[in-house]
Structure formats: structure tokens, C-alpha cells
Nanobody, 126 residues
Framework: VQLVESGGGLVQAGGSLSVSCAAS????????VGWFHQAPEKEREFVAA????????YYADSVKGRFTISRDDDVNTVTLRMNSLYPEDTAVYYC????????????????????WGQGTQVTVSS
């Protein structure tokens, strides 16, 4: 499956932005999904994840309380809503997906995921 991210851009510190992920074949509802980000010259890091059935979410400590991950299977989309953005949130944001072993599993490691999008740039200016 091909994952396509959208919604990145430039925002001022303290502002909000949403990024979305869709599957090219319309099957995102069958996958557990995660978001990761990678800042220049840094390793890719976990941001947030949601179970396939959508009843469980998990966040990195750095974004807890500021970011919300959600899914709308009717429109084949997983969205990461980012509030109270800091300049250090600046990074390329990647969507990742995998078939879950169980519908409520949530995955937070890079190696857990099978499919990756190309990424979308989020830039937070100070």
C-alpha cells in the first residue's frame, strides 16, 4: 500500500497545524497507524500512534497534551492535530502503517511498521 501525507506547512510558534495520512488503495482502515518525525541531522522519532480499531492511542512524552491522533475510516484518513507548536517540532512528519496482530495493538517503534509515506514538512517559526 502507498501512504500519502498531506497538510504540512509553515506555522508560527504557538500555532496549530494538522497533517493527514491516506492509503492509495483506500484500505487504511485495516492498518494500525503511527506518526514519526525527523528533524535535520537527527534520527527519526516516534510521535503518536493509533490502533486499527481506533480505540487506543499513544503519544511521545514531548507531544502529550499538545497533539491528537485520530482516524476516520469512512474517508480513509488518519490525522495528527498539532497544537501549541514549538520551533523544536520542526521536522518532516512521516505516516507509517502495518497490519496489526490484534485490532487494539498500538505500535511505537520504527521497526514495527511495514509501510511508510514520503513525509510532509512541518516548519514552526519562532
Amino acid at each position: 500500500v502507498q501512504l500519502v501525507e498531506s497538510g504540512g506547512g509553515l506555522v508560527q510558534a504557538g500555532g496549530s497545524l494538522s497533517v493527514s495520512c491516506a492509503a492509495s488503495d483506500g484500505t487504511l482502515s485495516t492498518y494500525a497507524v503511527g506518526w514519526f518525525h525527523q528533524a535535520p541531522e537527527k534520527e527519526r522519532e516516534f510521535v503518536a500512534a493509533i490502533s486499527r480499531v481506533g480505540d487506543g492511542t499513544y503519544y511521545a512524552d514531548s507531544v502529550k497534551g499538545r497533539f491528537t491522533i485520530s482516524r476516520d475510516d469512512d474517508v480513509n484518513t488518519v490525522t495528527l492535530r498539532m497544537n501549541s507548536l514549538y520551533p523544536e517540532d520542526t521536522a518532516v512528519y512521516y505516516c507509517a502503517a502495518r497490519r496489526p496482530g490484534y485490532g487494539r495493538y498500538i505500535y511505537s517503534r520504527i521497526k514495527d511498521y511495514t509501510y511508510w509515506g514520503q513525509g510532509t514538512q512541518v516548519t514552526v517559526s519562532s
